[in-house]
């Protein structure tokens, strides 16, 4: 940051915090940024801080007062969107992303109401499990699609807006990602959260056939995500590639674990085998 003043090394700064909060919290994400470039990486940097800010608030701090810190979070978020700037970091570096890319109230609001949702729903139905997916999961996959589209744009050229496939690519990759990531942590989620999102779901009810549809389900979510991959710029499709290749393999160390196991340990990709995955989608994509 050497040379820069006044704004830029604010911006610079808040990119930076940005950068760090990703690469504490996700190592899978963080290998899937690295293979774009400068402004793009930026960008998923900055969405995915605040997403995790704002997940963080939910899951660890609880308590009468998350739903306030989590309403002062989408306030903050709301005006920065509006001046571009903010005095806290992680806010102002999305907020220098969103308005650079269109992200609006489109993506946030039913963001932070899934959120929300976290404070007071513990067991979902379908519906509201659909609602819940589509808030914390499918918006932040059209959030990283404005952001690829966006980085691939010459200067002063507009970003091309997404055709529908593209988009129902997006939101399968999110939900892909999410449910994933809801069977991975069922037994966390059940017994330190007292949450159940898959419908009908709970550690008393989970066997293989439970399992099998859940997989399914995500199967047919990386499909549809898969098949959007050739429409994205070429760098935003490696890392997508990429990381999807990292959650499949994630996706088969589950199908492989027995159900009751699901519930007492957290499976995991080893560093080695994601290094491997990693070269290998890059290969095919």
Known sequence: ???????????????RVSRAVLAEYSTSFGLGTRLL???GRRGIEAVYALVRIADEIVDTRGGADAGALLDELEEQTARALESGYSTNL????????????????AELDPFFAS?????????HDQASYERYVYGSAEVIGLMCLAVFL????????PARRPDARLRAGARALGAAFQKINFLRDLGADYGDLGRSYFPGVTPETLDQPAVDAILAEIAADVATARAALPGLPRRARWAVASTL????RLTAELAATPP?????????VSGPRKLAVVAQSIGRS
């Open 1 to 15: 940051m050497a040379g820069l003043t006044g704004l830029a090394l604010y911006d610079e700064t808040a990119a």
């Open 37 to 39: 470039g400068a402004r």
């Open 90 to 105: 992680v806010v102002h570096s999305f907020a220098r992303t969103a308005r650079r890319t269109g992200i609006g109230a």
């Open 115 to 123: 959120m929300r949702t976290d404070l007071t729903v513990r067991v």
């Open 150 to 157: 966006d980085s691939a744009a010459r200067p002063g050229v």
């Open 245 to 248: 290749g990292l959650y499949e």
């Open 260 to 268: 009751a196991e699901l519930l007492t340990r957290r499976v995991r």
